[in-house]
């Protein structure tokens, strides 16, 4: 296969949180790969944290793996175990309905640049530390199941 040109993929900081929770990713730039490249089995992503920037809110998948390699830059991992520095070429590994709500935390003061890897396949997704939570078809709502 030839080398991807990230340039002509589009860079979004979308996100699906409901606004009061969204504005800890809004200096999150992705390049969703998978779909760009013609890949089906898994999902990839091309991800710059801005500094100050978060991953996600803290989260575990129930139906998904995910692999996370850091390029550039430097970030916090904070997880159920405390927090993590993680550097260039650094991994981690996060199974499916293990329960370990994770994400990663730019605080330095520039920019941080990863590629996460994970299954391309909707299912419960859960937010220990927020009142959200994703069902299997990638809606957000409360942990009661009410509308934001």
């Known amino acids: 296969m030839p080398k991807v ?55 575990w998948h129930e139906n998904e793996d995910e692999l996370l390699v850091i390029l550039s830059g430097q970030a916090v991992l904070v997880d159920d175990s405390g927090r993590t520095l993680l550097e260039p070429g650094d991994i981690a590994a996060f199974p499916k309905n293990d329960g370990n709500a994770h994400c990663v935390i730019n605080e330095g003061d520039a920019d941080c640049v990863f590629l996460v890897v994970g299954q391309s396949v909707n299912g419960p997704c859960h937010y220990p530390d927020v009142d959200m939570h994703e069902n299997g078809a990638g809606d957000k709502c409360r942990k009661d199941g009410s509308a934001f």
Do not use: C, M
Not at 18 to 34: F, G, T
Not at 39 to 52: E, I, N, Q, Y
């Open 5 to 59: 040109d990230l340039e002509a993929i589009a860079q979004s900081n979308a996100t699906g949180y409901p606004p009061h929770l969204a504005d800890i990713v809004q200096e999150r730039w992705y390049r969703r790969l998978s779909p760009a490249l013609g890949l089906t089995d898994f999902g990839a992503s091309h991800v710059v944290l801005k500094p100050g920037a978060w991953s996600a809110q803290r989260h």
